[in-house]
C-alpha cells in the first residue's frame, strides 16, 4: 500500500501536468483564433482588391463612354457642360460628366475680371478677391512687378514660404501655392478652373454653373433658367439660347472645342466613391479623328 506521501506526490504530478495541458490547449487556441483572423483579413484584403480592380474597369469603361460621345460629332445628344450620365456593370455604379474646357476660366489666360468674378461667387468680398486675382497675377507673370495688392518673392519670403514661380500654371494644384490659398477655398474655385483653354474668355453655351456664376451682371435663377434651356436647344436640335447681361467682352464665340475633360465618379460602396479625370485632345476630322490624352488623375 503506497505511503500517503507517495500518493500526495503522484496528486502534484498530476496537477501539474493537467496545468500544463490547460495551457497548451490555451496556447492552441489562440493559434487558432489567429490563424482565423489572418484568413477572415486575407478574405477581406482579396475582396477588396477585386472590388478595386471592377472599380477601375468600371471607370474605364465609363471613361471610354465619354469619348466614344465625343467623337459622335455632336450626335449623342450629351452636351459636355458638366452634363451627366450613369452606366452600371457588374454592380458598381459610374457616372460620367463632359466637359468642353473652353466653358472653363483658363488660370493662365484669363480676364483678371473673370477671376476676380469666381473669388466672390465663392464667398470673398470685392476687396479680397482683387487682392487674390492680383497675387495670382504676380505667380503666372515673369517679373517681379508687385501687383497693387498682390505678391512677389519678399511677400512669400516673410512668411517663410517658397516664392513665386514667375511663369504660367503648369498645374491647378500649384494654385495651393498661392499667397492667400488655403485648402478650402482651393476647392471651391477649382471646378471652374482650367489650363486648356487658352482663351481670355469662356464659351457661355458650354460653360458649368460655377463658370456662369463669375460673370457679373447675371442672377444665378437667370442661370438655372440658361442652363436648362441650353441642354433641352441642344437635345432637340434647336438654335442654342443668348445669354443676355454680360460684358460681351468676357464671352468667347460659340466654337467646337479639341480639349476635353471626362470625370467619372465610381461608388465602390454607400459614400465610397473614386474620381477619375481624364483631359483629352481630339485630333484630326471624321475617320481619321483620333484622341490624345493630356492628363489623367484618380481621387479618392
Known sequence: ??????????????????????????????????????????????????????????????????????????????LADGSSRS????????????????????????????????????????????????AILDWRDEDDLLHPAGAEEEQYRALGLPPPANRPFQRLEELRRVLGIDEALYQRVLPALTLYSNKAEVNPLVAPREVLLALPGISADSID????????????????PLLSGVDPLLLAPNAPGVNYSIVTDTALSPGVKVRQQVVIHLQGLGRRQGVEILHNSIQQ
Open 1 to 78: 500500500m503506497p505511503s500517503s506521501r507517495a500518493v500526495e506526490r503522484n496528486r502534484s504530478v498530476r496537477g501539474v501536468a493537467l496545468v500544463g495541458v490547460l495551457w497548451l490547449l490555451v496556447l492552441l487556441s489562440l493559434i487558432a483564433l489567429n490563424l482565423s483572423a489572418g484568413s477572415r483579413t486575407e478574405l477581406q484584403l482579396a475582396g477588396n482588391a477585386r472590388l478595386a480592380a471592377s472599380a477601375r474597369h468600371v471607370a474605364e469603361a465609363g471613361v471610354n463612354w465619354g469619348i466614344w460621345s465625343l467623337l459622335q460629332a455632336n450626335t449623342s445628344g450629351w
Open 87 to 134: 452606366l452600371e456593370l457588374d454592380g458598381i455604379s459610374v457616372e460620367v460628366a463632359l466637359f468642353d474646357e473652353q466653358g472653363k476660366i483658363d488660370l493662365n489666360e484669363a480676364d483678371p475680371q473673370l477671376l476676380v468674378g469666381l473669388f466672390e461667387s465663392v464667398g470673398l468680398d470685392e476687396r479680397a478677391a482683387l487682392a487674390q486675382v492680383d
Open 225 to 240: 433658367r440658361f442652363i436648362e434651356q441650353r441642354r433641352r436647344n441642344y437635345e432637340t436640335g434647336q438654335r442654342p
